[in-house]
């Protein structure tokens, strides 16, 4: 299991942290890890899966 940064996470899904903060709280992306008081970091392979099935959803 690898954990990415907030800028790994940018860099893979191309939306701003607002965005993808929105699209957490909505529960259409996959939720953050605290990993300690100042720090959070996404699972890539739950990334990875929401990024194919966006691919999927295309035409």
Not at 10 to 36: D, N, T, W
Request: net charge positive; aromatic share 6%; charged share 30%.
């Amino acid at each position: 299991m690898r954990i990415v940064s907030k800028r790994q996470l940018k860099e893979m899904v191309l939306y701003s942290p607002q965005h993808i903060a929105r699209l957490e709280k909505a529960g259409k992306f996959p939720k953050r890890v605290k990993l300690g008081p100042n720090r959070v970091g996404w699972v890539e392979g739950e990334v990875l899966d929401w990024l194919q099935s966006r691919l999927n959803c295309r035409d």
